[in-house]
């Protein structure tokens, strides 16, 4: 149909004016496709109709075609782009629009407001699997393996230097009384020990570092070609 540029203008289609689109990735045309193909009479047809839709979905997002189930995924959204009122032979169980529509469950929290959060949820897993152990010596060594961590965790959130008379008091609330480190002698790991970063040497360190051999600071590496041809080269003078 043609129309002057006045009657044209009154034929524009406006954002405000349009239906919400259900996926917007696949754009406007796409979504236009599917609901000309919902209103389709011939069943026949509208399978044709369904299945050229799906290549024109597969074919913007090509690098999909391989992956297991990118077919099962085209039909799913194509039903959901249709409302579900998409009425075709899918090869894939159709999807229930009460399942998609379904809100999943409210997860459950392990602490809501734990008093120390410096110290992490890990923490006082831990502290519960040592109270479940017996006394021994590996009970032991791991209780102070749990004080250093927890000490470490304290000065990544306070940088000054903590007495080991507050870790053992804060390992004493959160066993509930059962660990109690107060009483003995037990030292823990130096603050600096804790907090030291190994710092690795780089590969542009190294081969920056004239004092490194085989560098290409000024040094090179012997070539065993060179070696052979040095040891052919004597033989024959001889």
Same mark, same amino acid.
């Given at each position: 149909?043609?129309?002057?540029?006045e009657?044209?203008? @009154?034929?524009? /289609?406006?954002n405000?004016?349009?239906?919400?689109?259900?996926?917007?990735?696949y754009?406007?045309h796409?979504?236009?496709l599917i609901?000309?193909?919902?209103?389709?009479?011939?069943r /026949?047809?509208?399978?044709k109709?369904a299945?050229?839709?799906?290549?024109?979905?597969?074919?913007?997002?090509? @690098?999909?075609?391989?992956?297991?189930?990118?077919?099962h995924?085209?039909?799913?959204?194509?039903?959901?782009?249709s409302?579900?009122?998409?009425?075709?032979?899918s090869?894939?169980?159709?999807?229930?629009?009460?399942?998609? @529509?379904q809100?999943?469950?409210?997860?459950?929290?392990?602490q809501?407001?734990p008093?120390?959060?410096?110290y992490?949820?890990?923490?006082?897993?831990?502290?519960?699997v040592?109270?479940?152990?017996?006394?021994?010596?590996?009970?032991?060594?791991l209780?102070?393996?749990?004080?250093n961590?927890?000490?470490?965790?304290?000065l990544?959130?306070?940088k000054?230097?903590v007495k080991?008379?507050?870790?053992?008091?804060?390992?004493?609330e959160?066993?509930?009384g059962?660990?109690?480190?107060?009483?003995?002698?037990?030292?823990?790991?130096?603050?600096?020990?804790?907090?030291r970063v190994n710092?690795k040497?780089?590969?542009?360190?190294?081969?920056?570092n004239?004092?490194?051999?085989?560098?290409?600071?000024?040094?090179?590496?012997?070539?065993p070609?060179n070696?052979?041809?040095?040891?052919?080269n004597?033989?024959n003078?001889?």
């Amino acid at each position: 149909m043609q129309f002057t540029p006045e009657e044209a203008v @009154h034929h524009l /289609e406006y954002n405000a004016e349009r239906s919400h689109l259900i996926i917007p990735e696949y754009g406007r045309h796409l979504q236009k496709l599917i609901d000309q193909a919902t209103v389709i009479e011939d069943r /026949e047809e509208r399978n044709k109709a369904a299945r050229y839709i799906i290549s024109v979905m597969g074919g913007l997002n090509p @690098h999909l075609r391989d992956v297991p189930d990118f077919q099962h995924k085209l039909w799913d959204q194509i039903f959901i782009m249709s409302d579900f009122k998409l009425e075709v032979d899918s090869p894939y169980p159709i999807p229930n629009k009460e399942v998609l @529509h379904q809100k999943p469950e409210r997860l459950s929290y392990p602490q809501n407001f734990p008093k120390y959060r410096f110290y992490g949820n890990n923490i006082k897993y831990m502290i519960d699997v040592a109270n479940k152990w017996e006394e021994s010596e590996l009970k032991n060594t791991l209780i102070k393996v749990i004080a250093n961590h927890m000490k470490k965790c304290y000065l990544s959130w306070n940088k000054d230097t903590v007495k080991d008379d507050v870790i053992f008091e804060h390992l004493y609330e959160l066993s509930g009384g059962k660990i109690n480190l107060q009483t003995t002698d037990e030292e823990l790991s130096n603050t600096t020990d804790l907090m030291r970063v190994n710092k690795k040497m780089s590969n542009k360190t190294q081969f920056n570092n004239p004092k490194i051999k085989g560098t290409s600071s000024g040094k090179t590496f012997n070539n065993p070609r060179n070696n052979n041809n040095n040891t052919k080269n004597n033989n024959n003078r001889k």
